[in-house]
């Protein structure tokens, strides 16, 4: 296991490395920062609803306070969800005390606006979260027609026989027939609620081809048009305030697979994102590169540092995309049961630890070039 920094050493380790490297750049002016980081946000920079304790310092940091005296470009790069960029990113700040653009946020379903173009007005049908929130998320980023399983259960609640419907919920639910309007695909935005009722309507969508009440097709006769399943969130686990992980999407997910199979004998194609999968953390660079444009003008990409706590999701993810990696010890990895599943670049206790050494990690490299 990689040794972790105590905190005096290190924080004098980095007075020295800042002290050297202003003198080293007296003579060079810095146009572009040499580095940028993802950070998770569970985990890393919040515990549940609160901020974890290094959490404001390390982003101070890069706000400026650093041996570059500029603001090192980061983003937040998660398997969570649950609001609009903008939400996340005005609830962020206020927990953290410094400003977060919308533009810095990508969650799990962000890459959803992908599909704008294709599914922009045709049904789809838009799983997890609280109430219609989900809605709100897909309108916002271009879906016309998007629809919840509250949506479903207000038309016909005797799909799923087994939960009473609120009042409130009916008031958020859109009137919709679901024998005419056929849905064109699934996108799971988020860790869903109730999973009994999101596994059936899923099956009886994916069976009928789309229309509900409709005969059951051979899906082997669909394959010129097929419905869409997508999941943005790949994780089993995740960390709450809870002690200990709780289920995450990806435990949905194989719920959702195991009945599948069950009921069809047949496992049903799907899209996964979310971290580790590439498109998400080259959606996450093409992010970066564009905020790094808007500041400094054309250029490559600086190099990268993902800050994580879950080694099957950011540690992996990172180490495949050619990023430096940093495991911290203040989420789901507990370093008492044994080494990562996905060796990082680096351990750190936390969030600041970590942020820490990897701008000492890159000054060094920069102090050797200057030599």
């Known amino acids: 296991m990689l040794q972790v920094q105590h905190n005096a050493f290190r924080s004098t380790n980095f007075l020295k490395s800042t ?3 202003r003198r080293s750049l007296q003579t060079k002016h810095v146009k572009r920062p040499p580095l940028g980081f993802a950070f998770d946000i569970d985990g890393v920079l919040m515990g549940g609803p609160e901020p974890l304790p290094k959490a404001r310092n390390a982003l101070r940091i890069l706000n400026g306070d650093n041996a570059l005296h500029a603001k090192i470009p980061y983003i937040l790069l998660t398997n969570g969800g649950g ?24 969650q799990a379903h962000t890459i959803l606006k992908n599909y704008v173009d294709q599914y922009a007005d045709k049904a789809v049908l838009c799983l997890g979260g609280i109430g219609d929130t989900m809605r709100k998320v897909a309108e916002s ?4 027609k998007a629809y919840t399983t509250t949506d479903v259960l207000a038309w016909n609640s005797s799909i799923w026989p087994f939960i009473h419907v609120s009042e409130s919920d009916l008031a958020s ?8 309007t056929p849905i064109s695909a699934i996108f799971v935005f988020h860790d869903p609620r109730n999973w009994g009722v999101d596994v059936q309507i899923m099956c009886d969508v994916l069976q009928s081809g789309g229309l509900l009440e409709g005969p059951y097709v051979d899906i082997s006769t669909q394959q010129s048009n097929p419905i869409q399943v997508v999941f943005c969130n790949p994780d089993l686990l995740w960390k709450s305030d809870f002690p200990r992980p709780r289920l ?15 009921i069809t004998g047949s496992e049903y194609p799907y899209v996964q994102f979310g971290k580790p999968t590439k498109p998400t953390y080259d959606y996450a660079r093409r992010v970066l590169q564009n905020l790094m444009e808007e500041s400094y003008g054309p250029g490559e990409l600086p190099h990268m540092y993902m800050i994580g706590d879950n080694p099957e999701s950011d540690i992996a993810g990172a180490n495949a995309a050619g990023w430096s990696s940093i495991l911290v010890h203040t989420g789901v990895y507990d370093p008492t049961t044994g080494p990562p599943t996905h ?13 820490i050494w990897a701008l000492e990690n890159t000054l060094t490299g920069l102090k050797s070039e200057k030599a």
């Not at 949905?252 to 697979?257: H, P, V, Y």
């Open 19 to 21: 002290q050297a490297l």
């Open 83 to 106: 609001y609009t960029e903008y939400e996340r990113a005005q609830k962020l700040s206020s927990c953290l005390d410094i400003q977060i653009s919308p533009s810095q946020i990508i």
């Open 141 to 144: 980023y271009g879906f016309r």
């Open 173 to 180: 639910a859109k009137p919709v027939d679901f024998s005419r």
């Open 248 to 262: 995450g999407q990806g435990a949905f997910k194989a719920s959702f697979e195991a009945v599948y199979k069950m």
């Open 343 to 355: 060796r990082p670049s680096r351990e750190a206790r936390d969030v600041e630890e970590a942020v």
